[in-house]
């Protein structure tokens, strides 16, 4: 059962444009959301993150928005550019003694020059 | 750089083989994470040890084990291969996993099964 839903699968901006990518998770003791960038041939990196207790991060660029009662958030990056081009991965983990990442299923960012 | 070291970068192997990957964590990290990313199902938690300890197990086949060593390298034992286990496989590794952080992950080793 996917646990962290993302969309759009792929999405194409203008450089300059704003780029939007959403995510949706079922599972309420969800306490951190993190996103991560993936370039070819690497692994994730991350981006930015959030708790639940603030309705929105911006570092730079990039934005989370965050919707407890909606169960759903996310990433907004300003000012696209090509260099943004990238998988992008929501996530999602929860208390424990693990603290595992469920992922999202990832978009695809490609920011046309 | 992540700082996390995975081995082979990319293996090709024949159905019903038998492969090892290897990750070497950052220094200091205690913890490490498997995951497998294939392109229908994303990135997909396999298991997770902290200092030589099995704490969560995902969706990882009992064809798979993995245990991690006094030195915190840690393998990932993939047996009986079958063509849908092609895949990218990461590990990462992270500071405590208590808490809520960052991961770590190497670039991953690609497996190509034939």
């Known amino acids: 059962q996917q646990q962290v839903k993302q969309s759009p699968q792929s999405l194409i901006v203008q450089k300059g444009g704003i780029s939007i990518i959403n995510c949706a998770y079922e599972?309420?003791?969800?306490?951190?959301f993190p996103w991560y960038q993936q370039f070819p041939g690497k692994g994730p990196a991350l981006l930015i993150a959030?708790?639940?207790?603030?309705s929105e991060k911006k570092e730079g660029r990039f934005t989370i928005s965050f919707n407890k009662s909606a169960k759903q958030f996310s990433l907004h990056i300003m000012d696209s550019q090509p260099g943004d081009s990238a998988t992008y991965f929501c996530?999602?983990?929860?208390?424990?003694?693990?603290?595992?990442?469920?992922f999202g299923s990832g978009t695809q960012l490609t920011v046309l020059p | 750089d992540s700082g996390v070291t995975q081995t082979p970068k990319h293996l090709i192997t024949a159905t019903g083989q038998r492969v090892t990957l290897r990750c070497s964590p950052r220094?200091?990290?205690?913890?490490v994470y498997w995951y497998q990313q294939s392109l229908d199902q994303g990135l997909q938690f396999l298991i997770h040890?902290?200092?030589?300890?099995?704490?969560a197990k995902g969706n990882i086949l009992e064809r798979f084990s993995a245990q991690q060593f006094p030195d915190l390298h840690s393998e990932l034992n993939l047996s009986s291969l079958e063509l849908g286990d092609s895949a990218l496989y990461f590990c990462?590794?992270?500071?405590?996993?208590?808490?809520?952080?960052?991961?770590?992950f190497g670039e991953g080793s690609r497996l190509t099964v034939l």
């Open positions: 599972n309420t003791a969800f306490d951190y």
């Open positions: 959030i708790r639940p207790d603030v």
């Open positions: 220094s200091g990290d205690l913890s």
């Open positions: 996530a999602a983990s929860r208390p424990g003694s693990a603290r595992q990442l469920t």
């Open positions: 990462a590794s992270s500071v405590d996993p208590g808490w809520p952080g960052e991961l770590f």
């Open positions: 040890y902290y200092n030589g300890e099995e704490r």
